[in-house]
């Protein structure tokens, strides 16, 4: 006799909790859909796997967001979840039909760095409209299918705290316990000062939510903007000790999304997309280092490994270590920084562009870097060489050009002229795609074509001085190289293919007639490193050597130059991979 009042209480608190489900019942299960099954079974599909995967664990996310929309609901702006909720849920679906990844921190940096211009060039390449239009068909069937649930009648609704209902109840108890780790971790996330920390394993969320993996995400790059003040501090408090300017003019190339294998100086069986280089490599005033890496396949994560003397394991957060540029600087050498993606005014401000905004653009960090930096980036590489010293004027005082190109940036078929159209689809030998992707592997051939060409006009400029160059690229870049598949993915799963063609890079030195003279102990010491390791992360070691720096972050055995280096030097690959631990297949792509 008295169980039935606990009985009845219960069930009115179960009815209590679960009113918002009842009022938006439809976009509950809409969310559940999404988040519990097709976003999943996506996941599984291509190679993405959250860790860890639980299929229920979405689920009192989905009810915070219907709790969310019921109490909007008075003031009748639900409409408001719908669409937030659509948004968000059906960009995850498109980044795993584009970039085989759910939401993460590169995800969502590639957003918020993709100006204007390359947002256009992206949506208007091959393909990308389709994946666009199935991400929102999926999303909308999904929308629609509540509308096929049976209606529920006065009767069953007076009476809706049966099994069922008891069921969804203790599910939402789970799934929360099981979220509040991650909410907790979530707000460690967005108070934390700097983001390497909140990246190791041990700090992060549950990432089994589409909202968790956003959020996270987001966290991230929002982090990344506090780290601003600490970075303007260091690179303000840099210190040289002396320069003996061993190397008077140097010129740093910096090229883009460069898939190596498509050059004949890395693939005897690659179409001739390089004949400059090749005549130079052949005259003997160009040197081909054939083991490369990048740490990332996006430039902003590459960059600030790439400009900074930080390196893994060295103890401190990468805003504790200065920027070379700015050492150059302080040296007594003029820098002179050339960029045709972090120039113009959209660039301009401090957002969470590592990059452009972080790196490059922010006023101080631009004052202490750079002598002269352009204000406006080209369609084309070609036509940013007007911004480029006159030799005189380089020659006249120990200078660093760093010049970055747009290079092979997709869309592929915007980055050459017309009269670049070298290779066609016909023309195209390839066992891994159809005649759609061979022409997109044309198109990529021709920007590399052009590529070579800018390069080759560049270093004709300054073929008649004292002078030592640098090229190499920010990552590589997936061109039908070993299956059916384009430009650069993010799954958590690492195989020595992706390794491969997404971070290997082409790394070269180029020396004039008159330096090869002048400093044949430097040109030695260039030569015989040539079949060494590398890792992006160690081009301020060798800059330092070749300037003559003497600076306290300079590291021997970090430098490719030195006798010193340390060959065994653990090269990681986004963060978690040892590369030298994969063995790479043997080149099938190309034929």
């Not at 009845?8 to 809409?30: H, I, Y």
């Not at 991650?182 to 549950?206: C, D, G, H």
């Not at 190397?247 to 498509?262: A, D, F, Q, T």
Request: proline share 5%; with cysteine; charged share 20%.
């Amino acid at each position: 006799m008295q169980s039935k009042p606990r009985q009845s209480f219960f069930r009115r608190f179960v009815q209590f909790v679960l009113r918002p489900v009842s009022e938006q019942k439809a976009l509950f299960v809409f969310l559940v859909l999404m988040c519990c099954v097709v976003i999943p079974v996506m996941c599984y599909a291509t190679g993405a796997f959250p860790k860890p995967f639980v299929f229920a664990a979405p689920v009192f996310d989905c009810y915070l967001v219907v709790l969310l929309a019921s109490l909007l609901r008075r003031l009748r702006l639900q409409w408001l979840v719908w669409l937030l909720c659509f948004f968000l849920l059906g960009g995850e679906v498109f980044c795993l039909l584009c970039y085989q990844s759910p939401y993460s921190m590169t995800v969502l940096q590639l957003i918020l760095e993709t100006n204007g211009r390359e947002a256009t060039e992206f949506l208007m390449g091959r393909g990308v409209l389709c994946q666009l239009a199935w991400s929102t068909l999926i999303t909308v069937a999904a929308m629609l299918a509540p509308l096929l649930l049976p209606r529920e009648g006065r009767k069953s609704r007076q009476s809706s705290t049966g099994v069922g209902s008891i069921c969804l109840f203790f599910l939402l108890l789970l799934s929360a316990f099981c979220q509040g780790y991650s909410y907790f971790r979530l707000w460690q996330a967005y108070s934390a000062e700097v983001t390497t920390t909140i990246a190791e394993n041990k700090y992060m969320p549950l990432r089994n939510s589409p909202f968790v993996r956003f959020l996270y995400g987001h966290a991230l790059n929002v982090v990344s903007t506090k780290e601003l003040r600490k970075l303007v501090h260091t690179v303000r408090a840099t210190e040289v000790e002396g320069c003996e300017y061993r190397s008077p003019v140097i010129l740093l190339l910096i090229g883009e999304s460069y898939n190596k294998y498509h050059s004949p100086l890395y693939n005897a069986e690659a179409r001739q997309t390089t004949p400059c280089l090749c005549r130079l490599h052949e005259q003997g005033n160009l040197i081909v280092y054939d083991d490369a890496l990048s740490p990332y396949n996006v430039t902003s994560k590459t960059f600030r490994q790439m400009f900074s003397t930080y390196y893994p394991g060295c103890g401190r957060e990468w805003v504790d270590c200065t920027l070379f540029p700015a050492v150059f600087r302080k040296a007594g050498y003029r820098v002179w920084f050339i960029t045709n993606q972090f120039a113009g005014e959209e660039n301009n401000k401090d957002h969470h562009d590592h990059a452009g905004g972080t790196i490059f653009n922010q006023s101080e960090l631009r004052r202490l870097q750079f002598s002269y930096m352009n204000s406006e980036a080209q369609r084309y590489d070609m036509d940013l060489l007007c911004e480029l010293p006159p030799a005189d004027t380089l020659a006249a005082q120990p200078s660093l050009l760093i010049f970055h190109m747009i290079g092979q940036h997709e869309d592929y078929r915007e980055r050459y002229p017309e009269a670049f159209n070298h290779f066609t689809a016909d023309s195209i030998q390839n066992r891994f795609t159809d005649e759609q992707g061979r022409q997109v592997v044309a198109e990529y051939d021709n920007a590399t074509l052009y590529n070579d060409a800018v390069v080759g006009r560049l270093l004709e400029r300054y073929a008649s001085l004292d002078v030592v160059g640098i090229y190499l690229s920010d990552h590589g870049e997936e061109i039908y190289d070993w299956r059916n598949s384009c430009y650069r993915t993010n799954s958590d799963q690492m195989t020595p293919e992706i390794a491969k063609y997404q971070y290997e890079i082409p790394l070269l030195f180029y020396v004039s007639d008159s330096y090869k003279a002048k400093h044949p102990d430097l040109l030695g010491e260039i030569q015989a490193a040539r079949h060494k390791p590398f890792i992006a992360s160690m081009l301020p070691f060798a800059l330092f050597h070749l300037a003559g720096i003497s600076h306290a972050d300079y590291k021997p055995t970090l430098d490719i130059l030195s006798p010193e280096y340390d060959e065994s030097y653990p090269r990681i690959i986004r963060e978690d991979v040892y590369y030298d631990e994969l063995k790479p297949s043997p080149h099938e792509g190309m034929q």
